[in-house]
């Protein structure tokens, strides 16, 4: 019988390695390159930014359910 390699692909520098000490990325320098991102802000989540009356909709709807869950 025989044995099947698993091989992944590194997100980062897109290098197929079969060893997962650093999973899901092919290395410590890979893994820190990531980290790296999302400390500069490269991974952000584009959001709009609501507006007053908006902000107190959303808070009183809020406050709404809490009461009606007690």
């Not at 290098?15 to 820190?32: Q, V």
């Not at 500069?40 to 908006?54: C, K, M, Q, R, T």
Request: charged fraction near 35%.
């Amino acid at each position: 019988m025989s044995e099947v390699i698993v091989t992944h692909k590194c997100p980062i520098c897109k290098k197929l390695y079969k060893d997962t000490a650093h999973a899901p990325f092919c290395s410590k320098r890979c893994a820190d390159v990531d980290l790296g991102r999302w400390f500069n802000g490269s991974y952000a989540v584009a959001s709009e930014d609501l507006d007053e009356l908006e902000t107190e909709e959303l808070s009183e709807a809020l406050e709404n359910a809490n009461k009606a869950d007690k």
